[in-house]
């Protein structure tokens, strides 16, 4: 019996990143990226590891698609690396790159599975980087120039876009906490470069919408995390408003209002003199209304008053709670309230939830099996807050598991196992997990 079933056009799938996977770092013009520099610097990625050659997707992608034919994926949201495209981020393109994601789509259309295309998952090329990266503001302009040449490209056969993966990490993991590339420690620099990172989706949205002339849609993935106050006290309260502004509002409201959410604007400012806002930016946002939202949700927030973080708030462990590898709470529930707080702050829109997933020590049997079952569980208990969330009227359109195989975790390097798939470290064999046949039945039975 099927307890919770989805509508016959969900889109379930799987997500990856280009740098986390592709690997040929140096193959076919790929220029460098800011990853390549960062994890070839000492003391930055956990394990001494580079995705130089990661899980070799760039060579194997056509046993990988078969892979994903044999659970049965209906869409696969992957990566752009832009300096296959760009080796230097702008100038001329490179063919070889450019047709190595056109052979990708091709065979995911030929296997029947949606291409859901993100146009930028962190890996920004080394050379803009040279130039002040995403605290440039002409690197906005560079996006929406490297965007348009795929939308030509591609339009054709890609009907769902995403414009940015999770720009409060690029920003702020990247340039004010240093653990991301480009491993920058500067919070005002953090807040410009999220302002820049907005315009360049605003603007790559604007060149979508002249250019495209069939049914495309578009869209961007925001890591959101919905907060609790550690405590019923007025002060945590407003710790927990204050959070939620830093990680949600600042980049919500942009999209889907048009402007940024005033008590962190004026915080922002009255601290750090940022984000430094030109005249019509605003208007750029209000010009560039998305399609859809992506969605990726992995814990929640309990947030406390704290006189030692940077905006007067910290976020505290749960008590009595259970975590992932990551360090993360296990909070199904968050998932529900958050889509619920999503349609109604922000009229309604279209979600996909474009990451959710679990980092396990996964049980490798003797017989070479895979038994995930912390993995089978807590998927089945998001997609059933997923399923709530529908029944109440919020506008799921389809669930993208993080992640297809295992592959290099940013910082972490391959110590943590995200995949639906492992991946010899030696080899490179690819061996599906008992959670991948749980989901294949998932697909088949468009529920559970």
């Known amino acids: 019996m099927i307890a919770k079933s989805f509508p016959s056009d969900f ?59 044999e659970i049965g994926l209906r869409a696969y949201r992957f990566s752009i690396a832009w300096s296959r495209v760009f ?12 047709d190595f994601y056109k052979a990708l789509v091709d065979a995911l259309l030929q296997k029947g599975i949606i291409p859901m295309v993100t146009l930028y998952h962190w890996d920004l090329p080394q050379s803009l980087q040279d130039r002040g990266g995403w605290g440039n503001r002409q690197t906005a302009d560079h996006f929406a120039d490297y965007a348009a040449t795929l939308f030509g490209a591609l339009g054709d056969r890609v009907s769902h876009w995403i414009t940015l993966n999770e720009p409060w990490c690029v920003a702020f993991l990247g340039h004010a906490d240093g653990i991301h590339a480009p491993g920058y420690r500067d919070f005002p620099l953090a807040v410009n470069v999220s ?78 003199h940022r984000p430094e806002i030109e005249p019509h930016d605003l208007e750029l946002f209000s010009r560039s209304p998305v399609d859809f939202l992506g969605v990726n949700y992995y814990m929640r927030h309990l947030v406390a008053k704290s006189d030692q973080g940077r905006l007067g708030f910290e976020a505290r462990k749960p008590p009595n709670a259970t975590f992932t590898e990551m360090g993360w709470e296990i909070f199904p529930e968050g998932l529900s309230v958050l889509l619920r707080r999503l349609d109604s702050d922000y009229r309604h829109p279209e979600i996909f939830i474009t990451e959710n997933g679990i980092a ?8 070479g099996r895979v038994q995930d079952d912390a993995r089978v569980s807590y998927l089945r208990d998001h997609f059933a807050e997923a399923h709530r969330a529908m029944q109440s009227g919020v506008k799921v359109r389809g669930y993208f598991i993080w992640t297809l195989m295992d592959c290099f975790e940013w910082h972490d390097g391959f110590t943590k196992h ?27 039975s468009n529920g559970f």
């Open 11 to 69: 889109l379930w799938g799987a997500a990856t990143a280009s740098y986390q996977l592709e690997g040929a770092a140096t193959l076919d013009g790929r220029g460098e990226t800011i990853w390549d520099r960062f994890s070839h610097t000492p003391g930055t990625i956990r394990d001494r590891n580079t995705a130089d050659v990661a899980c070799d997707h760039y060579r194997r992608f056509a046993d990988d698609v078969a892979m994903m034919k």
């Open 87 to 98: 080796p230097e981020g702008t100038g001329k393109v490179n063919a070889r790159g450019l």
């Open 418 to 444: 995200f995949g639906l798939a492992s991946v010899d470290r030696g080899s490179l064999e690819r061996r599906w997990k008992a959670s991948a046949y749980w989901y294949r039945d998932v697909i088949a």
């Open 360 to 367: 396990l020590e996964d049980d490798l049997r003797k017989d």
């Open 195 to 272: 302002h820049h990172l907005l315009l360049a989706h605003a603007k790559a949205v604007i060149r979508f919408r002249e250019m495209n002339k069939g049914n495309g849609r578009i869209g961007i993935a925001l890591n959101l995390v919905p907060m609790y106050p550690n405590s019923p006290s007025a002060e945590d309260e407003r710790a927990s408003r204050i959070d939620d502004g830093f990680m949600n509002r600042w980049f919500l409201d942009p999209v889907f209002e048009g402007r940024y959410p005033d008590d962190i604007l004026r915080l922002y400012q009255e601290r750090y």
